[in-house]
Every structure is written in structure tokens, then in C-alpha cells.
């Protein structure tokens, strides 16, 4: 199997960047990982996130996007940089795996599909849920026509963070739901496409001062009823309460939490099936097997790289998705 070379562009403090690299050095008979650049002052703003690439070779940005030996560019930088490194990658002649959602600029991110399309490149986005193992099931369930008729779709992704990641928040459209909520917003439109009418329902708790929108939440109405996502940065018991309920006319199916922490830096999902109608009923239950946050997701842009298999998120899903994110989020 030939082995991606890949690079990493950026890290960040709040996201995921340190964690795909690390995956990525797991993945050792998939990536072969030639070095990674810092661009936008990272290596003085972020020196505990800069220590995971501790014995690996540093270039500039210009000096990665012309080497062609590397066939993918990992983008992981603070969000309000993303479009801009995931474009330059595209115009260079790279695969992108971009860190979710992309920057708050619409007229960027459209440069960047039209770039990437033009190009016939793939262009993966860091949605992990995506490849969450029970989260896969029950989209595979919605497709087989399993619940029947979607009714609603509630989502949840709270956290309780400190009081400086919520400041931190002011630097995005409504804060968190930008930040997490992309995530849900996701899922939704996933499994019930483009929705009637959006009502943004983001505001600021004010804990501690704060001023942001730390309680991220939007309501997506639909034919049969409507769907909402919500992320609270203040919820006490938060991560362990992150849940996808889905409705049909069939069955209800909830997945929480949708991950929770396992053995090492494993995790795994819990999923409940209810469709008897009794109002006893507590549904059938399982736990999934423990598995790596983000090992599927880089398995798969590797796979799609490689031209095994084709990515089932399209160019133009990408592109709706984040105008409905933006929408969601109150950016005219």
C-alpha cells in the first residue's frame, strides 16, 4: 500500500491540531510524514502545542507547497487562518484535509471549492463525528430507511471551558456555535438536508464577565417538525452528556454520550434504540468497542488520496454545509 507524504501547515490551542499529528505518527503504514511549518506565530504563541513535532524536520510554508513529493497538506491552524492555508495548499497542487469549518469569509471558502474542484483534488474536512462508529450506524439506518419518516434531530455538544477559552470566543460568528456547533450543523444537515428556515438562537451566559456567545444554539425548521443543535461552554457534566437523538415515524434512536473517555486516549459511543411505543420503555442499549478519535477520519482522507475509495462528502455538500454554518452563525 503506498504511503501518503504528507505535511502539516499550523496548530492551534483550542482544536485539534496536536491530535492529528499524533495520529497521523501512529498511522505509520498509511502516512509518511515529511515535516510541517508554523506559520502565523505559532511557534512563539503555542510553545506546549509545538512539542508534538519534537524530531521532525520545520519548513516554511512556501517551501512545502513546492515540493512535489508531498502528496497532501494538512491545514491546522487557528480557525480565522484556515481558508487561507487550504487555499494556498489547493493552488499548489495539494490534498487538503482542513481542520473543521474553515475561516468566517464565504467568498473564501467558494475560491476554495472552485479551486480544489478545478484541480480534482480531494478536500476533507476534520467533522470526526463523521466517522464515529455508532454515528456511522445510524446514518446507514436514516439512509436503509430504518426509522422511517425524520421527524426531528436534537444535538448537543457541551463542555464547561475556562474563563479564557470563552473570551477567546469573541474572534468567532457566534462564538460557540461556530467554534462546536459546526459539528451539529453537520450532522443535521447530514440527515435531513437543507433546512425550511434557520433561527439563530446564540447568546451569553455572562458567567465570569464573559461577554461571548458561550451558549451556542440554533433552531432548523424542517416539513415534520424541527431540529436543533446546541453547545454550552458552561455546562457542568457537559462532555459526558454530548448527544444525537435522531426521531423517525419507526423509531428513535439517541447516541450518548457520543464519546466518552476509555482505556488510554481511547473512547467509545453509547447508542439506545427505542421503538416499542411503550412509554416504559428504556430501549435496547449497547456500547461500542474503544477506538481512536480521530483514527478513522485519517484512515479515510488517506484512502481517498490514494483513490481507494471515493469521499462520500462532496465538493458542493462542503460548500452548502458552510453556508447554512454561516447562516446558523448570523454572518451576512
Aim: hydrophobic share 35%.
Amino acid at each position: 500500500m503506498k504511503r501518503i507524504r504528507v505535511a502539516q501547515i499550523g496548530t492551534n490551542f483550542y482544536s485539534h491540531g496536536p491530535f492529528i499529528w499524533d495520529t497521523m505518527k501512529t498511522q505509520s503504514d498509511i502516512y509518511e510524514l515529511v515535516g510541517f511549518a508554523l506559520p502565523e506565530n505559532e511557534r512563539e504563541r503555542l510553545p506546549k502545542q509545538v512539542k508534538h513535532f519534537d524530531g521532525y524536520p520545520e519548513f516554511s510554508v512556501e517551501e512545502l507547497l513546492n515540493n512535489p513529493s508531498i502528496d497532501a497538506i494538512i491545514v491546522e491552524t487557528d480557525e480565522i487562518y484556515l481558508t487561507k492555508y487550504a487555499l494556498m495548499a489547493a493552488k499548489a497542487g495539494k490534498h487538503v484535509h482542513m481542520e473543521k469549518p474553515g475561516s468566517p469569509n464565504l467568498a473564501e471558502f467558494e475560491e476554495l471549492i472552485s479551486t480544489v474542484k478545478k484541480n480534482n483534488l480531494v478536500f476533507h474536512t476534520g467533522y470526526m463525528y463523521r466517522y464515529n462508529p455508532y454515528v456511522m450506524e445510524l446514518l446507514r439506518q436514516v439512509k436503509a430507511g430504518e426509522l422511517g419518516e425524520i421527524i426531528s434531530v436534537e444535538a448537543q455538544m457541551n463542555c464547561a471551558h475556562p474563563k479564557a477559552v470563552r473570551e477567546w470566543l469573541h474572534g468567532l460568528p457566534s462564538g460557540m456555535l461556530f467554534f462546536l456547533g459546526c459539528h451539529l450543523i453537520d450532522l443535521i444537515y447530514t440527515i435531513q438536508g437543507k433546512p425550511e428556515e434557520i433561527i439563530p438562537l446564540s447568546c451569553s451566559t455572562r458567567l465570569e464577565g464573559v461577554t461571548s456567545k458561550d451558549f451556542g444554539m440554533v433552531a432548523m425548521k424542517y416539513p415534520n417538525g424541527v431540529s436543533v443543535a446546541k453547545t454550552n461552554d458552561t455546562q457542568i457534566g457537559g462532555f459526558a452528556r454530548r448527544t444525537l437523538v435522531v426521531t423517525g415515524s419507526k423509531k428513535t434512536v439517541e447516541i450518548c454520550p457520543l464519546e466518552m473517555y476509555g482505556e488510554g486516549e481511547l473512547q467509545f459511543s453509547t447508542m439506545t434504540t427505542y421503538q416499542s411505543g411503550d412509554w416504559g420503555d428504556r430501549g435496547q442499549t449497547i456500547e461500542s468497542e474503544q477506538f481512536g478519535r480521530y483514527d478513522a477520519m485519517m484512515e479515510a482522507f488517506a484512502s481517498f488520496v490514494r483513490g481507494d475509495r471515493e469521499n462520500p462528502y462532496t465538493y458542493d455538500y462542503e460548500l452548502e454545509l458552510y453556508r447554512i454554518l454561516l447562516e446558523c452563525c448570523e454572518v451576512k
